[in-house]
């Protein structure tokens, strides 16, 4: 988690960059499971929640994503 709040550090809206990759939705579909069991896996990683935020916040993700 902490590589990949590094990660965004350059500003990259997204783990790959600018478009949603394989990257992204692997990491989502891990967090599904995490966020059932109500687990905070991001701490104290602002950039990384923020990633979160804009990722779920995509048509696509909502009509996947239920947690």
């Known amino acids: 988690m902490d590589y990949l709040e590094l990660l ?4 990259r809206p997204l783990l790959g960059g600018e478009h949603v990759n394989i990257a992204d939705c692997t990491m ?3 967090l599904q499971f995490m966020r059932f069991i109500g ?3 991001f701490g ?3 950039l990384l ?6 990722y779920r916040e995509r048509p696509a993700a909502q009509a996947i994503l239920k947690w």
Do not use: F, I, K
């Open 8 to 11: 965004l550090t350059d500003g």
């Open 28 to 30: 989502q579909s891990s």
């Open 39 to 41: 687990a905070d896996v």
């Open 44 to 46: 104290n990683r602002p």
């Open 49 to 54: 929640r923020a990633w979160d935020e804009r």
